[in-house]
Structure formats: structure tokens, C-alpha cells
T-cell receptor, first 113, second 115 residues
Framework: DAKTTQPNSMESNEEEPVHLPCNHS???????IHWYRQLPSQGPEYVIH???SNVNNRMASLAIAEDRKSSTLILHRATLRDAAVYYC??????????????FGTGTRLQVTL | EPEVTQTPSHQVTQMGQEVILRCVPI?????FYWYRQILGQKVEFLVS????????KSEIFDDQFSVERPDGSNFTLKIRSTKLEDSAMYFC?????????????FGSGTRLTVV
């Protein structure tokens, strides 16, 4: 699996935007960029995914660099409930079956008042 | 919103005993997974299951582990003879199909404590 690199931790103030970066310089053409998060004592939760174009959903936005070697997850207004570990994961959608997710260590986001 | 349900939420077992962890995936999903997370470590893939057979398994998923979908709704993980190092959170996940737009749905997990 192609590797991703994320900062170990980040801090944000509540109500402010948060930009969580991810580097994936060895990404292949069929790799989708997925983001999941894990709140304390919970299972991972899907956040967003994309291939080439920027994506928006009710949880977040995903900005993908033109060369696809990096991406940024954007939380527009962080709340205390967004404090979690955020994982950037590459997943090859061309495999014959729904391939597994390979989790790294992610970015631990702390949100303060 | 549909959920993946796991039971029990916490199981304590003696070393050497068999345990069965249960999961009810989302009803129209086709692919099923077990992952585990040892305290303070990464989430690790154990096994994937599709069309009533194992699609892929990791090195962790040795002969002590087995999975089953006995009745079309439940998806179980059995550990035949538990070891202390099997203590972890075990997460079940499911997905409708390759490229499913909303990604995987994970359950809240079963905390397994082997004493």
C-alpha cells in the first residue's frame, strides 16, 4: 500500500477552521484518498474521500493537490466533538474486492475553548 | 443512519478460553471485516469476508481465529484459545460494494480483556 505521512498532533481553537495535512508522494493513479477519524473509545468513522477533485460533504472538505501528492482535510469550524485521531488512507479502488484499509498513526487533533 | 452493531461491548475471559465476538453489519452491505486495536497502537486489519468466504487475511489471523456468517445477518469472530496478547478492541466493519460512496461503516467495538 502507498504510504501517507501526517503530523502526529495538531491543536485548534473551537469555532476556528482546521487544516489537517497529508503527504502521499507515492500515490498511484487508482488510489483514492480516504479520511477517517476515531473519537475516543469509538470505532473509526468515515469522513470523506476523493480522487482528483476537491470534495465537500456535511462533515468536511477535502482539498487535493493538482499532482495528488498531498491533500488537506478541512474542518470549517472545529468543535470540541471534533477532537479525535484523523487518518489519511490511500485505497486502491481497482482491486477485485473491496480492499482493506491500512491505518497509520494519524493526527491527534485537540480542540480547546 | 444505519449502524454496525457489535456485542458484547466488553468481554473478559480467561486465557485459553474460546470467545465469540458478534457483529450485525448493515443489511445491504456485501463486504465484512474485522480489525483490532491494541491499547495505544494502530488499528490493524484482521480479515475480510465476501460471498461467504474469506477474501483476505493478515498474518495476525492465524489458526486460532475464524469467522462465520451463520444466518445472513450476524458476522462472528471466534478466537479458539485466547492468549493475553489477544486483549484489544475488536472492530467490525462493512461496506456495500467496491467504491461505495460513504466508505466503510465501523461498529463501536468489543473490548476483549484476557486474564
Amino acid at each position: 500500500d502507498a504510504k501517507t505521512t501526517q503530523p502526529n498532533s495538531m491543536e485548534s481553537n473551537e469555532e476556528e477552521p482546521v487544516h489537517l495535512p497529508c503527504n502521499h508522494s507515492t500515490i498511484s493513479g487508482t488510489d483514492y484518498i480516504h479520511w477517517y477519524r476515531q473519537l475516543p473509545s469509538q470505532g473509526p468513522e468515515y469522513v470523506i474521500h476523493g480522487l482528483t477533485s476537491n470534495v465537500n460533504n456535511r462533515m468536511a472538505s477535502l482539498a487535493i493537490a493538482e499532482d495528488r501528492k498531498s491533500s488537506t482535510l478541512i474542518l470549517h469550524r472545529a468543535t470540541l466533538r471534533d477532537a479525535a485521531v484523523y487518518y489519511c488512507i490511500l485505497r486502491d479502488e481497482n482491486t477485485g474486492t473491496a480492499s482493506k484499509l491500512t491505518f497509520g498513526t494519524g493526527t491527534r487533533l485537540q480542540v480547546t475553548l | 443512519e444505519p449502524e454496525v452493531t457489535q456485542t458484547p461491548s466488553h468481554q473478559v475471559t480467561q486465557m485459553g478460553q474460546e470467545v465469540i465476538l458478534r457483529c450485525v453489519p448493515i443489511s445491504n452491505h456485501l463486504y465484512f471485516y474485522w480489525y483490532r486495536q491494541i491499547l495505544g497502537q494502530k488499528v490493524e486489519f484482521l480479515v475480510s469476508f465476501y460471498n461467504n468466504e474469506i477474501s483476505e487475511k493478515s498474518e495476525i489471523f492465524d489458526d486460532q481465529f475464524s469467522v462465520e456468517r451463520p444466518d445472513g445477518s450476524n458476522f462472528t469472530l471466534k478466537i479458539r484459545s485466547t492468549k493475553l496478547e489477544d486483549s484489544a478492541m475488536y472492530f467490525c466493519a462493512s461496506i456495500a460494494a467496491r467504491g461505495q460512496i460513504y466508505g466503510y461503516t465501523f461498529g463501536s467495538g468489543t473490548r476483549l480483556t484476557v486474564v
